[in-house]
């Protein structure tokens, strides 16, 4: 048998390349066939509760980070870790619970404080989530990420620092790129409210240029991926039968928000999940792409350009599926179980998911499509890697006109469009179509959702969706017309 050492060094090569299940059984069997010292032990089960994360395993996560916490409970980064987990689980309790341990225990517990004003944010509890952000920016005062999400909850915040402090900090930050991306934001908001809209997209295009910057080798690797995989892919999966976990589906309702950043689709995932019918919301979850890459990664990459078909084992996939699905908190029961998933790119997997979920229904989200291009530029969305340019999000923008043309056509009695405009202007009658759409009982409540105690939302809508639904402004964005002049030619769709 190997020894430790040996089997460790193959679970770091193997989570370096992402073969994180062989990672895990390589990681279990030195906790479960060898006696460790104190330090290694607690390295080892650091190492695989990281792992199982990226499995999605959240109830194991919380399994070995407790083992953790039972040798060593005063550790502030692992509270911090085990709160960030029970955010997963969406046990916003428990999380917060947790973030409070942690900076109980470490105060200057930088990291732990932000998480914490955050969670609050999300919760609308914007008096509470301010009072945790300034704590972390008297840890830090050069931290403009902090000072941004600030600015989010209270407009004045930017305007009680000393602004010249902030562009000095840009010049000097050196490769501090997220924050940098920050303060370009927070001077871009500036500008904005100036109605100087040539200098705030000097400061919107500094800000994406650092914002892709702070994760460039990741950034580059989900373009090629959004970009040159799955549009050129998609269509060839050639679905192998299902043979397995068949009853398990057969009472799952599952309801799939599709669309574009910046469609309406928050406001259309909050009035779903505010009726009377038990819907366990879950976000965006990347789940369906998360479970294709970690199936099927080899033949997605595979680089012969004249690939005729894809196997796709349905099977495999929905066993991952079921097992994520599990960890938050949807049960399979005898009788009807509706759930919302609001990862947005699944416009591409429609025909993968229907195999998988035969009950499936989609709502499709869209907006004036100047707009939503406009919306998606000027919002702080770093986590999205084809949003940092004008040129990028009109390329993605085309691969999606294209592809929910086809599904529109294709499955057309499984998905739904939604015009934000139409929803806005007549919110009863738009949401009593989704819901007998989706077969659920509509009543009143589902249009009132910002009157919800427990109202959570971790999108950039979070905050404008506490006001209710306000009618679309068409002329909001109507001062950045220049930014797309010069790519009206090759697209006709971008034309007024």
Known sequence: ???????????????????????????????????????????????????????????????????????????????????????????????????????????KNETALINLAILLENLGRNSESLKFYKKALNLNPKNLSVLYNMSK???????????????????????????????????????????????????LEKANHYSFKSKDKVNKQALNYWFEIIPNKFDKFYFLEQTKNQNKIENMFPIFIIGLPRSGSTVTEQIISSGKNEIEDLGETNLINWSLLNTHRNELFEEQSNIDKIEVDISIILKKLLNSYKNLNVSIKDKKVFFLDKSLENFYYVDLILRIFPNAKFIHTHRDIRDNVFAIYKEFLSQISWSHSINDIIRYVDNYLKVIEKQLVK????????????????????????????????DENCINFHKRDDLFSKTASSNQIRSGIKVYDKKKYEDYDFLIKDFEKDFEWLKS
């Open 1 to 107: 048998m190997e020894d430790y050492i040996q089997l460790i060094n193959k679970a770091k090569n193997f989570y370096k390349i992402n073969k994180f299940e062989e990672a895990k059984i390589s990681l279990l069997k030195v906790i479960n066939n060898f006696e460790l010292e104190s330090k290694i032990k607690l390295n080892i089960l650091l190492l695989l509760a990281d792992t199982l994360s990226k499995l999605n395993n959240f109830q194991d996560v919380k399994y070995y980070l407790f083992e953790y916490q039972k040798i060593n409970p005063n550790n502030s980064g692992v509270l911090n870790m085990i709160a960030n987990n029970f955010l997963r689980m969406k046990d916003f309790k428990k999380a917060e619970d947790y973030y409070l341990k942690s900076v109980s225990i470490n105060e």
């Open 153 to 203: 909850l209270d407009k004045k915040i930017p305007y009680n620092q000393d602004i010249p402090n902030i562009e000095k900090f840009i010049k000097f930050g050196k490769d501090e790129y997220f924050n940098i991306a920050s303060g370009y934001f927070l001077l871009a908001k500036k500008e904005n409210e100036k109605k100087n809209f040539k200098k705030e997209v000097f400061f």
């Open 411 to 442: 499955n057309e009695k499984k998905i739904l469009s939604i015009s934000l405009e139409d929803l806005t202007k007549n919110p009863k009658r738009i949401s009593q179509k989704i819901y007998e759409f989706c077969n659920l009982d509509w």
